[in-house]
């Protein structure tokens, strides 16, 4: 994963300011199914710190927040965003070594980050961390379709080297939750969907498609100005360099639960 984390370098104050956090019920609903008293919460590929904020308000006060980070640039954004908060820890790891022992975390979750880490070594990782009874937990943001974002794929994958089918990759980016339920020690794998929706200007739907790698590697191919001015001309062509643009929202939980010593 640490690899993968440079793609967002000079990306991260942009991260923080664009992309969304995530609605407090998904964290509500993972805490009201553990089995164990701890009160640790680990955030896995925390990136600038918008899940962990989410997470610190969704479960509020007598929590301990872990935020684990390999990107340098997105852990100094971490790092400054938190640096008053003395329940969050920062942490220079990544999801296949999270360098925390063995049954300390009550729960540990990773946002919409799943797809940047080695499946397999994660699962490992994450039940050796969690303690008996603890929620591993893969959440996701998915933005429902609209025909200008339909619009801006296509731009991604026809100026891309790299991406040429983004329906595809992002399929990828979360496990289905029979894979949570084949983890060893893992059980009682379920999944939730919790629709909400959010208002940007024009300029902010580009901002926020600012903060996709995928563009990024467009950006780095032909420059910012050549793709801003593309963008802008797409929301142009949707009638909506004017008007608010009302955003869809879907975000998944999929979680299990680790096996207590005599089971539940």
């Not at 619009?151 to 949570?180: C, N, T």
């Not at 563009?215 to 001309?233: E, N, Q, Y």
Request: aromatic share 8%.
């Amino acid at each position: 994963m640490r690899e993968e984390a440079e793609r967002f370098d000079g990306l991260a104050e942009t991260y923080e300011m664009h992309r969304p956090g995530y609605p407090a019920p998904v964290f509500q609903a993972l805490v009201a199914d553990l089995r164990c008293p701890a009160r640790v919460a680990v955030d896995v590929g925390a990136g600038p710190g918008n899940s962990t904020a989410s997470l610190r308000g969704a479960l509020g006060p007598g929590w301990r927040f872990i935020a684990i980070e390999p990107g340098r640039d997105m852990r100094r954004v971490l790092s400054r965003r938190f640096s008053a908060a003395p329940d969050v820890q920062v942490v220079d790891a990544t999801a296949e070594d999270m360098r925390l022992p063995s049954g300390m975390a009550t729960l540990v979750v990773a946002c919409t980050a799943y797809h940047w880490f080695d499946a397999p070594r994660f699962y490992a990782e994450a039940t050796r961390v969690l303690a008996l009874g603890g929620v591993l937990a893969i959440v996701r943001n998915r933005r429902k379709p609209l025909p200008v974002l339909q619009a801006f794929d296509r731009y991604i994958e026809e100026h891309s080297a790299e991406i040429k089918d983004l329906a595809r990759r992002e399929a990828r980016k979360e496990p289905v939750v029979r894979d949570l339920a084949r983890v060893p020690g893992l059980m009682a794998a379920r999944s939730h969907t919790y629709p909400w929706s959010s208002e940007v200007t024009a300029r902010g739907l580009i901002d926020l498609y600012l903060t996709r790698s995928t563009l990024w590697g467009v950006v780095r191919r032909v420059g910012l100005s050549r793709v801003m001015a593309d963008l802008t001309m797409i929301c142009a062509e949707h009638g909506l360099q004017d008007l608010p643009i009302r955003l869809d929202w879907e975000t998944t939980a999929k979680w299990a639960r680790k096996h207590t010593e005599g089971g539940i």
